[in-house]
């Protein structure tokens, strides 16, 4: 009886031991910086919320040839299943190509911490090419791009546990002069061009 009660206490205090992780792993506000960008990262909704890189006319050296996106192990993120049979594409945030200057730096960006649920047609269309134009921004002036993720109430949740978000927005700072050029996309297949998307912001 006394072996008993001792596994069963073991048992009782595994499991809120387990459960307190849990708890430590879904965080709403996680910070996370390394070499490619600075990222504010919420673990309920398996999303990005605020990321921020440079664009410095940085060389090609590099191809991305069979990287695929990774988990961080000390952080609850989206992971394949949510991209699976769907039409969310694993949407690069710091965008692959405008650090393709190294194999470390490209292959940071295939980090999950790095991914957005992004509609397909919306990543390999007007973002795709926004962010081209800002790789020919980047020949004149260095540039530092904030993208923010926006969850509007009633946005969708898939099974697998990742939230999609409503609303991209890239605020564009043209570092020679502090302008800037911001740009917000509805999270769905493109009907206008990038250039249609442009707002103003007071920064």
């Known amino acids: ?16 031991e387990a459960e307190g992780i849990v708890a430590q792993e879904l965080r709403e506000n996680v910070i996370v910086e390394n070499a490619v960008f600075k990222v504010w990262y919420n673990e309920v909704l398996e999303q990005p919320v605020q990321l921020i890189y440079t664009s410095t006319n940085r060389p090609k050296n590099v191809d991305r040839g069979s990287m695929n996106f990774y988990n961080e192990a000390d952080y609850h993120t ?6 699976y049979a769907n039409v969310w594409d694993k949407g690069h945030l710091a965008p692959a190509a405008t650090f393709s200057d190294s194999k470390e730096n490209l292959r940071q960006t295939f980090s999950f ?9 919306l990543n390999r269309g007007e973002w795709r090419l ?15 791009i904030t993208v923010n993720l926006e969850f ?27 302008s800037y050029r911001c740009f917000r996309f509805p999270n769905v297949k493109p009907i206008e061009g990038w250039e249609e998307h442009e707002v103003t912001h007071t920064h």
């Open 1 to 16: 009886m006394k072996i008993f009660k001792i596994l069963l206490l073991s048992f009782i205090l595994w499991g809120c």
């Open 130 to 144: 926004l962010e081209e134009q800002e790789r020919r921004w980047d020949d004149d002036s260095n540039l530092t």
């Open 78 to 83: 989206s992971d394949n299943a949510d991209y």
């Open 152 to 178: 509007i109430d009633g946005h969708e949740v898939l099974p697998t546990g990742g939230h999609v978000p409503t609303h991209m927005i890239k605020h564009i700072r043209f570092d020679n002069d502090g």
């Open 113 to 121: 911490l790095n991914c957005a649920l992004q509609n397909q047609y």
